[in-house]
C-alpha cells in the first residue's frame, strides 16, 4: 500500500495558510505525504518571503493554482476575489487532482479544505475521494453561522445576509453574546460587497455539512457548551508550530527573527508585545497615538510594524519617538510571533485578537489588551475578557481613538492584575494538556490520522 497523500486547500490570507500549515505539517510526521494548494499570488508571496532562509527543512510540497483574478489585479479587491475563487477555482483544483492522480504513484487519499473553501468539499465527493474541512476559528461563530438558516428564517438577516433588526445573540450561558451586525459580511459598508461576502460563507458553510471529518483548531475545555451546538465537529488545536525546528510556517513576509536575541537581553516579563496580525490597517492617527502610548507606559517594547500596518503609505512616527524610546524599543516588520510569545521576557500581548493570535496567546499564558477591528476579533475579544478573563478590552474615547492615556493605563492594569495572570497561566495548562499524549485534541488527531489513513 502507498503512503495516505493529503491535499490541503487554504483560504488565501495569512491567517488561514500558517494554521493548515501547521496541520500538515503534523500529518506529515505521522507518515502522510503533502500537497498544499496556494494560489499562485500566495504561492509567489511565501516562497518570496522565505528566499533568504535556506535552512528551512520542507517536507510539504506546496502547489499553485490560479484564483482566477489576473496576474496585476489587486487581491484586496475582496469582492472580486470571491467571485473568482467559486467561480474559477473548482475547476483548476479538479484538473491539478486528475493531473496528480495520473502522473504520482500516491494518489491523493484524502482532501483537507479550510471551511472558508467548503466548495473544495464538492470537488472531492465529485472525484469519490473523502474530505475533511477545517474551520480555523472558534467553534462558537461556528455554531451561529451553521444556522444562517434560522437567523433568515426568524427575521434577524434576510436572504442576502443583510441584517434587519440587530439581535445580540447567546447560544448558551457560557458563551459569549454575539452581535448580529459584527457577522463578517457587515465589515463592509458596500451593500454588493456584504451581498457576495455573505453568499461565499453561506455557499462554502453548505457545502461542508456533509463532510466526512468536519475539524476545528480550538480546544474541547476553553469552550466546552460550543461543540454541543456543533455536532460532528472535532476540536484538534491549538496547533502551533512553534515548537517546531526550521519547518515551512507560511509567512507572507520575511520573519525578522533578531528581536528574539533582543528579547533574550531583556529581563523576565518586561516586554509588551504588539502586533495586529497580516489584515488590520491603522488610520496615521491611530498609529501616532499608540506610538506615544507605548512611549508614555515607560515599558520595554517589540512592535511589529508591517509594510502595509498604516493606510496609504508608509508608517512615520512621532516627532523624537524612535529616540527617545531607542533603549527600549524592537520594532519590526514581521515577528516570529509563536517563539515571541512563548518569549520569558514578555510581560503582555496587546493584540487585534485574530484567532490564531488569540490561541498564541493563550496558549503561553500571556495576559492579553484586546484591540479587535473585523469580524470574529470581536467575538474572540468577548473570550478573552468575559469568558476566560485573562485580559482587558482597551476602549475607544469619543472621537473614535483608543488614546495614549488608555494605553498606559490598561497596560498598568493588566501587569498589576495577579488574577489576570494566574488565569492566564492555568489556561495555558489546561490547553496544554488537551495538545499533549492522552488530552482531548491529541486523542482526536491521532484517531483523525487512523481513520484518514484507513481511507486508502
Ligand atoms: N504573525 C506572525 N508574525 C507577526 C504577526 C503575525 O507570525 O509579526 C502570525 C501570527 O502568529 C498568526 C498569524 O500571523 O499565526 C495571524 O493570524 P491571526 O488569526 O491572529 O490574524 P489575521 O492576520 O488573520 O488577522
Avoid at 192 to 218: E, R
Avoid at 406 to 421: M, S
Amino acid at each position: 500500500m502507498g503512503k495516505p497523500h493529503a491535499l490541503a486547500l487554504p483560504y488565501p490570507a495569512q491567517g488561514h495558510v500558517i494554521p493548515l500549515m501547521e496541520f500538515s505539517n503534523c500529518l506529515a510526521e505521522r507518515g502522510f505525504k503533502i500537497t498544499f494548494v496556494l494560489t499562485e499570488f500566495i504561492h509567489k508571496r511565501i516562497m518570496t518571503a522565505l528566499s533568504e532562509d535556506s535552512d528551512i527543512k520542507n517536507q510539504i510540497h506546496c502547489v499553485s493554482i490560479p484564483d482566477g483574478m489576473g496576474p496585476g489585479e489587486d487581491r484586496n479587491q475582496i469582492g472580486k476575489l470571491l467571485e473568482c475563487i467559486l467561480s474559477a477555482m473548482p475547476g483548476y483544483l479538479e484538473k491539478l487532482i486528475e493531473k496528480i492522480n495520473e502522473s504520482c504513484e500516491d494518489k491523493i487519499t484524502c482532501i483537507i479544505a479550510d471551511e472558508n473553501m467548503g466548495w473544495a468539499v464538492k470537488v472531492a465527493k465529485k472525484m469519490g475521494i473523502p474530505q475533511a474541512a477545517f474551520w480555523p476559528a472558534n467553534a462558537c461563530l461556528r455554531a451561529l453561522l451553521i444556522r444562517i438558516p434560522q437567523l433568515i428564517e426568524s427575521g434577524v438577516i434576510d436572504a442576502n445576509g443583510k441584517t434587519r433588526k440587530q439581535e445580540m445573540i447567546q447560544l448558551s450561558s457560557t458563551l459569549p453574546v454575539m452581535d448580529t451586525t459584527q457577522l463578517m459580511w457587515h465589515c463592509f459598508d458596500d451593500p454588493k460587497l456584504q451581498q457576495i461576502i455573505f453568499h461565499f460563507v453561506f455557499t462554502n458553510n453548505q457545502a461542508v455539512k456533509d463532510a466526512d471529518w468536519l475539524l476545528c483548531n480550538s480546544s474541547y475545555e476553553i469552550e466546552p457548551s460550543a461543540y454541543s451546538l456543533n455536532p460532528n465537529l472535532l476540536p484538534i488545536g491549538p496547533l502551533l508550530a512553534g515548537t517546531r525546528q526550521r519547518q515551512l510556517v507560511g509567512n507572507f513576509w520575511q520573519e525578522d527573527s533578531t528581536c528574539l536575541s533582543w528579547l533574550n537581553q531583556q529581563p523576565a516579563c518586561s516586554v509588551i508585545y504588539v502586533s495586529f496580525g497580516s489584515f488590520t490597517v491603522l488610520e496615521e492617527s491611530q498609529f501616532h497615538e499608540l506610538a506615544l502610548g507605548l512611549e508614555l507606559t515607560g515599558h520595554r517594547f517589540l512592535w511589529v510594524v508591517r509594510p502595509d500596518l498604516t493606510a496609504g503609505q508608509a508608517a512615520t512616527y512621532p516627532d523624537g519617538f524612535q529616540d527617545r524610546v531607542a533603549a527600549r524599543r524592537r520594532i519590526v516588520s514581521w515577528a516570529p510571533q509563536q517563539k515571541v510569545l512563548a518569549h520569558p521576557s514578555i510581560a503582555c500581548f496587546i493584540t487585534h485578537c485574530g484567532w490564531n493570535s488569540t490561541m498564541e496567546g493563550v496558549s503561553t499564558g500571556v495576559p492579553f489588551l484586546c484591540w479587535p477591528y473585523f469580524a470574529d476579533q470581536f467575538l474572540n475579544q468577548a473570550f478573552i475578557s468575559d469568558v476566560w478573563k485573562v485580559g482587558l478590552r482597551l476602549n475607544s474615547d469619543h472621537n473614535g481613538i483608543i488614546s495614549r492615556e488608555e494605553i498606559k493605563q490598561k497596560v498598568e492594569e493588566v501587569l498589576g492584575n495577579d488574577n489576570i495572570r494566574a488565569r492566564a497561566l492555568a489556561l495555558k495548562e489546561m490547553v496544554k494538556k488537551s495538545v499533549s499524549e492522552g488530552g482531548s485534541s491529541m486523542k482526536n488527531l491521532n484517531d483523525l490520522v487512523e481513520a484518514m489513513k484507513g481511507t486508502r
